[in-house]
């Protein structure tokens, strides 16, 4: 089975978008460019309907739907019980703000946090907006003016969010001199530690550079409010840490009265096995920044769950925009939940990731051009190697994505040498290992022929993603 990727229908609606949408000319210089290198540019589809595990493109082609959303479906795509839970919740409210759903929320989430410890909830629209506003409750509780964020992070795309992310230098483009209050410490992550030293000796030297090299020589320990971190990179690589480094920032955040700050956005509710990420390594954080998945993949819903004294009595910390909060987000989540407790689907995900892990065991022996495989529950990403350069690598990854594209299976290569996958919780076993050995094939297939397949012409298009 082979797509011939875009069909017509997409190419034309791409066609449509290029001069209206951001990075429509953008992207044609980067096809551009790839093909003067002869490497094969992003295919691209465009979403025609979604239901369950799959997707169909505008030309009813149909993919084993790994991309999720951006990890937002957690029970599949448009699930039947959401959907009617939120058209009630429109029919019955439309749009208010006092409505009884967002205090039967607080009450459900308020159970699940983790350690039962962040029993106050703070609404959101998006990921972005509850990470900008966990910083800001953090400030304020503490009076304090600095935050700990780390580098390959990522916290959202608003100015706040932009300024404490590192995900890498081009990113920061622009940012880097209203980052004022932020301090960026080095992530222990896998491919980008110094020569010669253990991932070990790395995770030491970054908790090193939190507890010794910022408080003696940078800011003392009292100006700073909080470390802000990733408990699993998301766009950062879907890289996993270790307990000894999630550990340790609770350790010197207790040292030095800094609040812990766990951003959840990706890596919660269920995503990696376990309700909370955190709950691999035991920690419980002070403020905890939810989003994604509690959209029951059907409306926006988000925010933060904090400590009853930092969220109870904090007035300074104003946050929650019009729409913080819907009725139609609230049924959403409040569905959604309802439906992990009645089908178990935490186990079926746990049981799932077993599964995944089994089917890619050996990928990284089996395959030069594989570098890891990175799995912690449904967090799953491969990252890929290539003999010369950065941007060598990022074409491997892109051209394995690409062959997994035609042969009908939907996933993420951003601007990393990494594929990411976020397959729902509740996938079909088999729908997820065909999937994969399809991505197996992908990778045999770049493997034995290289990244360069010719030409392949330019596609036209808006801001889609790669
Ligand atoms: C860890 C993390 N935080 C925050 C965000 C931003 O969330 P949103 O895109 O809903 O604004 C993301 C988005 O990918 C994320 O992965």
């Known amino acids: 089975m082979s797509y011939d990727l875009p069909g017509s229908k997409s190419r034309a609606i791409l066609a449509r978008g290029m001069p209206l949408l951001r990075n429509g000319l953008w992207y044609r210089d980067a096809s551009e460019k790839s093909i003067a290198k002869g490497f094969r ?23 084993i739907d790994f991309q999720n959303g951006w990890a937002t479906n957690p029970l599949g795509n448009c699930h039947p019980e959401i959907i009617e839970a939120v058209h009630h919740a429109h029919r019955r409210y439309g749009f208010q703000w006092e409505h009884p759903l967002r205090i039967e929320l607080a009450e459900r989430l308020a159970r699940i946090m983790p350690g039962r410890a962040l029993p106050r909830f703070s609404f959101e629209v998006s990921g972005t907006e509850a990470a900008e506003s966990a910083i800001h409750l ?38 880097e001199a209203w980052a004022g209050g932020v301090l960026k410490a080095p992530y222990p992550y896998s491919e980008d530690i110094p020569a010669g030293m253990s991932q070990e000796q790395y995770v030491e030297y970054c908790l090193w ?21 990733e408990p699993g990179l998301a766009e950062g690589g879907n890289w996993i840490p270790s307990p000894a480094f999630l550990q340790g920032i609770r350790r ?22 376990k309700m909370w990420s955190v709950e691999h390594y035991k920690v419980v954080p002070d403020i905890l920044v939810a989003g994604k998945n509690l959209s029951g993949g059907v409306e926006a819903c988000a925010g933060v769950a904090a400590r009853d004294d930092i969220l109870g009595d904090n007035p ?9 909060g819907t009725p139609g987000g609230c049924a959403a989540a409040l569905k959604t939940l309802e439906i992990y407790e009645r089908d178990n689907v935490l186990e079926h995900a746990a049981r799932l990731a077993e599964a995944a892990a089994a089917r890619m065991d050996g990928w990284s022996e089996r395959y030069d051009i594989v570098g890891e495989v990175r799995i912690l529950g449904l967090l799953m990403g491969v990252s890929f190697r290539a003999p010369e350069g950065v941007e ?12 997994m594209l035609r042969r009908g299976v939907w996933a993420i290569c951003d601007n990393d040498p990494e594929v990411r996958m976020y397959p729902a919780l509740n996938m079909d076993e088999a729908v997820m290992l065909q999937g994969l050995d399809r991505m197996e094939e992908a990778i045999a297939e770049v493997e034995r022929d290289g990244v360069t397949v010719g030409d392949y012409p330019p596609m036209p298009s808006g801001n889609v993603g790669f």
């Open 41 to 63: 540019p992003p295919s691209q589809m465009i979403v025609g309907r979604a239901e369950g595990d799959f997707v169909w493109d505008l030309d009813d082609n149909r993919f």
């Open 138 to 175: 953090a400030l304020c509780y503490t009076r304090r003016r600095y935050i700990i964020s780390f580098t390959s992070c990522f916290h959202g795309e608003g100015l706040g969010t932009k300024m404490v992310s590192a995900y890498n230098s081009d990113n920061n483009l622009y940012m």
């Open 209 to 229: 550079y939190l507890d010794t090299h910022l408080p003696e020589y940078v800011v003392p320990p009292e100006n700073v409010a909080a470390i802000l971190v």
């Open 252 to 273: 010197i955040c207790d040292k030095y009265d800094w609040l812990m700050i766990a951003d959840e956005v990706l890596t919660g509710l269920g995503r990696t096995g």
């Open 316 to 324: 300074r910390a104003t946050a929650g925009s019009t729409f913080a």
């Open 392 to 403: 060598e690598r990022f074409h491997v990854a892109r051209s394995v994505r690409d062959g």
